[in-house]
């Protein structure tokens, strides 16, 4: 789960990381009186979307005046805001966050952490070259991207940060080196206790005066633990997922779209990518990867369905169901009534095996709708090639 930027540096402020004052606007009214009441001029009115990439694409403007704030925010609330993150309609902008602008900056860094999954720990990653996309450092200068591993049984050690600061040109100096252990342990802190995924500041900053200050802020969270981080989970925003994605939160399924034309509805992540490599095997391409889980109800597998028979590039559908908790005849009745409600007009594969196979058969047999059954996978999937390409 993503979070917006204002809500990020909400979560800095608890964890003691310095961040610049700021106030939440979403009218033109509210953005002139929140920077009134901040330090400044200069503000920063910064457009708040799910996604990365705002200041080159306009969605971020250092302004020196009331006027000048009132502009900004029309211009930022007025058009989609486009980034290499947003896909190519853009994301609208509901939301403005204006902070005093921070103006005598010496330095920018870059600081995150995330799950290195070879490593299997958190590693934390710096470079003196902040205010770049991390990507783009990487390419363009992969010795100045630094990566440090952390043991979680100890969590974060100061001689990390030492190993970080050794290689900057002119080498920090003890209070500085201080303040950047302290930072990094607390963005540690943070990661951990709130079950993150990625936390990022890029880019932190030294002023002149030697003040630290994160200008932006990062967070994703691991949504398996979202059980457990209620307070987390209050901050979720479903505007700013896209529509197929609002929609399997709605129906609490487990979809993606992907690029190809055949539906595929399975039980059980393993099992639904278990067919989708036969599928491509086969010589097709699924256009979705949807797990209904293990424990689907009818519903469920109605809803499933809907998603799968709204997409227009579908023209086959197959279901794949190992009847294991979930029974073949729970399957087969909601296949029965999804179809009902919705006509369906492509090819219907479907390959049942488990908990009351027969049952289940016998559901679809008499349902008096048109689908092909296959004896195993291997013949689900070439049966399903062949409806595309005939
Ligand atoms: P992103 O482009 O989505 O990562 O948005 P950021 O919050 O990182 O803002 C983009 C850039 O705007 C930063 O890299 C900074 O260079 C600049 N910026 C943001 N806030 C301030 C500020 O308070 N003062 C100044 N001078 N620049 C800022
Ligand atoms: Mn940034």
């Known amino acids: 789960m993503k979070i917006y930027e204002f809500q990020a540096k909400d979560l800095f402020r608890d964890f003691g990381i310095p961040v610049p004052s700021g106030k939440l606007a979403t009218t033109l009214g509210q953005a002139v009186d929140s ?55 853009g994301q609208k902008v509901r939301k403005l966050l204006i902070e005093e602008g921070i103006v005598d900056i010496n330095r920018e860094f870059y600081i995150s952490i995330v799950i290195d999954r070879e490593l299997e720990c958190p590693v934390m990653i710096f470079s003196q070259a902040g205010g770049m996309e991390v990507e783009e450092i990487s390419a363009k200068h992969p010795e100045l991207v630094l990566i440090e591993s952390i043991d979680i049984a100890r969590g974060f050690m100061p001689y990390k940060a030492r190993n970080f600061l050794y290689s900057l040109e002119p080498m920090p100096d003890k209070v500085m080196l201080g303040k950047f252990s302290e930072l990094m342990t607390r963005l540690y802190e943070l990661f951990i206790s709130k079950d993150c995924l990625l936390v990022e500041i890029n880019p932190l900053v030294i002023t002149k005066s030697g003040k630290m200050v994160a200008l932006d802020a990062k967070i994703s969270f691991d949504d398996n633990a979202l059980f ?65 889980g293990g424990g689907a109800n009818e519903r469920m597998v109605r809803n499933g369905l809907k998603m799968i028979l709204s997409d227009k590039r579908v023209k086959a559908i197959l279901i794949n169901i190992f009847g294991g908790i979930m029974r073949c005849d729970v399957l087969a009745s909601g296949v029965v009534k999804g179809a009902k409600e919705i006509e369906i007009k ?41 409806q595309v390409k005939g």
């Open 228 to 292: 457990r981080q209620k307070e987390i989970e209050q901050l979720h925003d479903p505007y700013e997922m896209d529509e197929w994605e609002i929609k399997a939160f709605q129906y609490d399924l487990n979809y993606i779209k992907l690029d190809g034309n055949i539906g595929v509805m399975v039980n059980g992540a393993g099992l639904a990518m278990a067919t989708m490599d036969l599928i491509k095997l086969a010589g097709a391409e699924p256009a979705n990867f949807l797990d209904i």
């Open 35 to 89: 920077a009134k009441s901040l330090p400044g001029p200069p503000w920063v009115v910064k457009a708040q979307i799910h996604a990365g990439g705002r200041g080159k694409a306009g969605g971020i403007r250092l302004v020196n005046s009331a006027e000048q704030v009132e502009r900004a925010a029309e211009e930022i609330l007025s058009v989609p805001l486009i980034t290499p993150q947003t896909g190519p309609s």
């Open 346 to 386: 492509v090819p219907l594969i479907v390959r049942l095996e488990g908990t009351n196979v027969e049952e289940g058969r016998e559901i679809l047999k008499n349902s008096g709708l048109d689908f092909s059954v296959a004896k195993d996978l291997e013949e689900a999937a070439s049966m399903i090639a062949k």
